[in-house]
């Protein structure tokens, strides 16, 4: 009986070298008309990607107001075909509108690698760069209807904290979730660390 072969993924930081990489999982999301989430604004960017590098470099650096906050950007790759399977924008501070809309963290799979469990990874790498930034709770938000997203919230400990309409942004009900860092990382370490090579 043939092994299962074990899948590793890790954070990598964006980079020219995965310009044609980046531009194909966003050209993806417009193939499927899914909504792109963690991507760090590189919808908007297609045409200037080194543009978009010089943003994120930015972006780290940047003082929170109540216009922009500090944030990181990712990709998930999967070790095992070197392919983009993922991102992910963690926000390192909160302004009032944050707190109400949006949270730490906005994420997302490429449609053709959905409903694998990556998702999990994805967030579960991101509470560990929220841990070195030194964020203990962790605010996320999703919409009801869309449970993949919150069902991986409430996988890695996410509690759901309130529950409304929101008639401001998107129109619908939005469910809003706490992560204590701690807790989730040490919960969940023995599920994820093996699939996990870090950068």
Request: glycine fraction near 8%; charge should be negative; proline fraction near 3%.
């Amino acid at each position: 009986m043939e092994k299962a072969m074990i899948e590793k993924f890790y954070f990598e930081e964006p980079s020219i070298a995965r310009k044609e990489a980046a531009i194909e999982y966003i050209n993806e999301f417009n193939e499927y008309k899914s909504d792109i989430n963690g991507s760090g604004g590189l919808h908007r960017f297609l045409d200037n990607y080194e543009g978009w590098l010089l943003k994120l470099k930015e972006d780290y650096v940047r003082m929170p107001d109540e216009e922009k906050v500090p944030s990181k950007t990712y990709f998930l790759i999967r070790s095992n075909d070197d392919k983009l399977v993922g991102m992910i924008n963690i926000r390192l501070a909160l302004n009032e509108r944050l707190k109400k809309f949006g949270g730490h963290m906005g994420y997302s799979i490429r449609p053709t690698e959905r409903g694998k469990g990556y998702n999990k990874i994805n967030l579960y790498l991101g509470l560990k760069i929220c841990k070195e930034h030194g964020i203990k709770t962790v605010l996320m938000d999703a919409d009801k209807d869309n449970p993949a997203s919150w069902r991986t919230m409430e996988a890695l400990g996410g509690k759901r904290i309130r529950e409304y309409y929101d008639d401001e942004n998107d129109h619908c009900v939005v469910l809003d979730y706490e992560i204590n860092v701690n807790e989730s990382i040490g919960n969940n370490s023995v599920k994820y660390e093996p699939m996990i090579k870090h950068s």
